[in-house]
Structure formats: C-alpha cells, structure tokens
C-alpha cells in the first residue's frame, strides 16, 4: 500500500534528490546499478520494516513527512489482521487545500457531517468486490482540509 | 623566520592540492541526474488510485488466513 503510494513515493524520492544537492554529502546515486525508483522502493520496503506496528488485530504503519516542504505532514497505513480492511490516512501539513479545491476535483460529497470542531466530507466507490470509503475532515471555520482517511473493506462473495 | 613560513606554505599548497585531486577522483563516480525535486501538491493526490492497493492490502489477508488454516489443517492430521 505504502510503496505504491504516490504522496509517499514523491516525498521518499524527494528526500534522495536532496541528499544529491552539491552541498551534501551522502548521495546514494553515486553507488553502482542506482536507479531513483529502485532507491525509493528500497527506503519505502526500510520504512515498512522498521515501523510496522502490530496492535489490537491490526498491523500499522505511521511515518512523518518532514524535513522538506511537502502539503502532508504524516502518512500512516493499517490493516487488519482479522478482517479484509485496509485504510490509508494522510495528515495535511498546511491549510492551503481547501474544501472547494476538493469539491473541484470530485464533485459533491456523498454524505457530509458537523462533529464538534470539524466538518467531514465523505466520498465513496463501491464495486461487487469492495466499499471504499474517502473521509475528508475539513475544518468548517475557514474549509481547510486536514485530514484525509481512506477506507475500503472487501465485500463476501456469495460463495462464503 | 623564512625557514619556518616555507614549510608552511608548502603545507598549504600540498593540502589544496591532495583536495583538488580528491575531487578529480570522485569525477570517476559521477552521481546520476536525479533531477530537481518534485513539486507536488495537496491537489496532485487522488484517493481512487489508492482503491487497487487498498484492495490488494485487504486480500492478502484472505490468503494469509488460508495459508492459517491449511497450517493448522495440517497439525490437526
């Protein structure tokens, strides 16, 4: 899920061509059969490792964007290791992603909803295999998107 | 006082040089372009293009938990 996540790939990728600037030290391009996706599949394959956390039936995976300008401050994948579920959450770093940008690109929310401090946009794909499920948190003071949670949960076949 | 400065000043050039040639040797080994960093935005993600590897995360648990319980199949008999 993580590795084949665009946000997380640009940000990992990002962070190598960073360590290549002429004033750094430590640029991995230099070693013999580099290739940038190959580096970033092996840095996204360390972080998996290394922050894989196995809780209540569930396995997840929480990392912080930082240390460069990027629009998400923290991406985190779990899945649970009971049921077919899987989510994704992304943490917007800034408030520059607004609900009309998101209304823009995906048209009316399937379902909205007031909680106490924030307002959450809801978006939905359903297929005869899954329900998937985007939850966008958005603050209603000034329609800044926060948080971004994705769902989906495979569906029984009959068969079961 | 002349014979202490000369060796100094060899000292120095000797220390400019053993850098330059240091620099010429990692020439050798130049990195690859990378290229600039990636601009992106907030904007650039589209939660849809998640769905296939969301499904593909929540199967595994359906072979994880068939490889189970052909394990366990197995200890029973």
């Known amino acids: 899920m993580l590795e084949n996540s665009k946000a997380l790939r640009v940000f990992v990728a990002n962070e190598i061509r960073g360590e290549c600037l002429p004033d750094k030290g430590r640029c991995v391009a230099k070693r013999e059969g580099f290739t940038l996706e190959g580096e970033v599949d092996k840095r996204i394959d360390g972080i998996v490792r290394e922050g894989m956390v196995h809780g209540h039936k569930t396995a997840s995976v929480d990392y912080p964007l930082q240390g460069q300008p990027f629009p998400f401050s923290e991406i985190a994948a779990l899945k649970s290791e009971k049921r077919q579920d899987a989510y994704l959450i992304l943490q917007l770093a800034d408030r520059n992603y607004t609900a009309a940008q998101l209304q823009a690109k995906y048209g009316a929310p399937y379902d909205t909803n007031i909680f106490q401090w924030y307002s959450v946009f809801t978006y939905r794909l359903d297929s005869a295999a899954y329900a998937s499920k985007a939850v966008f948190e958005v603050d209603p003071v000034d329609g800044a998107v926060i948080k971004i949670a994705i769902s989906l949960k495979a569906k029984k076949s009959k068969k079961d | ?77």
């Open chain 2, 1 to 77: 006082m002349k014979s202490f400065t000369l060796p100094v000043v060899l000292l120095l050039l000797l220390s400019v040089f053993a850098t330059r040639l240091s620099r010429a040797a990692d020439g050798g080994n130049q990195p690859l372009d990378v290229g600039p960093q990636a601009r992106f935005s907030a904007d650039n993600f589209d939660w849809r293009e998640m769905i296939p590897y969301l499904s593909a995360a929540a199967a595994r648990h359906q072979s994880s938990a068939g490889e189970l319980e052909g394990a366990s199949r197995l200890c029973r008999e």
